[in-house]
């Protein structure tokens, strides 16, 4: 395969956080990006961080607000967030490097790989667990809310196993599963023989330049510069940073800075990690079997925005909701982290978008407010 070179890789990446020759920020658009941003800025408020990469370079980058209120903290760029579901991305890259390395096949069905998947499921593929049609049940549906000890990607199996039927029959809807996503940490560790956790690093964050990226594992790693997840309460905002799902690391459980993901977006563009070819499955959506589009292809959602190809994805977890915008072909990506709960931080990353495409800045809906379980 004809990839960059790691070394010509970090110097691209490097001029993107520190600046090479004729990339100065553009500040054309900072009072408008300001001002949109306004709920966010203040002494008591938890806050957000926000990049905008235009041809590969960092045209603005934005910090407002806390990362921890109650230290008082501000937020920065590099303020590390739970990216709950902008995880995705990073659990679809981890199978397409094996896939790209003849260890799996997209086809595979999930039983023949993956010791423990529940014998009912024995049709459920891989690619139906990316592209969210396999219909398998939600673990959090079997998780009671007084339930106190956290949730663990191997605990999926079991509560999977609860069931004794999918939504529909594999491939034939579009339903969001982060089980799907649960259990693909779980091939990438079966099929590797190394945790989640160590692979994304070895494999995915250090190569893309990801300096601080972490999948996050209480008592085993730790989170640097990390942003705390808050929630508005008539008294103001509170701590609310963890529930008893936030362990889960295949679905949500990745913390990165604006400046990883600005690193990771290089990376992207670059092929760094795999070829173009392959780089387009993952933005390619599904087609379902009566023609219909279904909106998402591997960790992505892919729409059209007025004859324009528009990838994003939202997060959304227990005190962080976070979201990213990228327009390929215009090479535009936008990128919007807060640290509290609520908001529509997909909204703010499509107006800064709008910004810089010039484009009116009009409501227009998102693929995942119409797919069943999304949001």
């Not at 999977?160 to 034939?172: C, H, K, M, V």
């Not at 599904?286 to 925005?305: C, H, N």
């Amino acid at each position: 395969m004809n990839r960059p070179a790691l070394g010509a890789v970090l110097v691209s990446v490097l001029c993107v956080l520190t600046g090479c020759a004729g990339t100065a920020p553009n500040v054309r658009h900072v009072p408008e990006v300001d001002a949109l941003f306004a709920d966010y800025n203040g002494p008591e408020r938890p806050g957000a961080s926000l990049v905008v990469l235009r041809e590969g370079k960092v045209v603005l980058s934005r910090a407002y607000g806390l990362a921890d209120v109650g230290t008082r903290t501000k937020a920065t760029p590099e303020s590390h967030y739970r990216l709950a579901s902008l995880t995705k991305q990073f659990t679809a890259m981890a199978i397409l490097l094996l896939v790209d390395e003849g260890k799996l096949r997209l086809e595979d069905r999930v039983v023949d790989v993956l010791p423990g998947f529940p014998s009912y499921l024995g049709e459920v593929r891989i690619h139906h667990l990316l592209q969210h049609t396999s219909g398998i049940w939600d673990y959090e549906a079997f998780v009671p809310a007084t339930q106190t000890e956290q949730v663990k990607d191997r605990d999926v199996l079991q509560l999977l196993s609860r069931a004794d039927r999918t939504y529909f029959p594999p491939g034939s809807a579009v339903r969001y599963s982060n089980s799907a996503y649960a259990v693909l940490a779980l091939v990438v560790e079966q099929v590797s023989g190394t945790s989640f956790a160590s692979f994304l690093r070895a494999r995915i964050f250090t190569p893309s330049g990801m300096a601080s990226a972490v999948a996050h594992q209480e008592g085993v790693s730790t989170v640097s510069q990390r942003a705390y997840g808050h929630a508005s309460r008539e008294e103001g905002f509170v701590p609310r940073d963890q529930s008893n799902t936030s362990a889960v690391l295949g679905d949500g459980g990745v913390y990165a800075s604006g400046v990883d993901l600005a690193a990771w977006d290089v990376a992207l563009d670059s092929h760094a990690l795999v070829d173009a070819k392959t780089q387009a499955l993952a933005w390619t959506p599904v087609k379902l079997p009566d023609g219909a589009s279904g909106r998402y292809g591997f960790g992505w959602f892919v729409d059209e925005d007025q004859g324009r190809t528009r990838l994003s994805h939202h997060g959304e977890t227990c005190g962080f909701t976070n979201a990213i915008v990228k327009y390929p072909d215009q090479r535009l990506t936008v990128i919007v982290l807060t640290n509290r709960a609520g908001g529509a931080p997909w909204t703010l990353a499509q107006q800064v978008a709008d910004l810089w495409l010039g484009t009116a800045a009009t409501p227009r809906p998102w693929p995942f407010e119409s797919m069943a379980n999304a949001h």
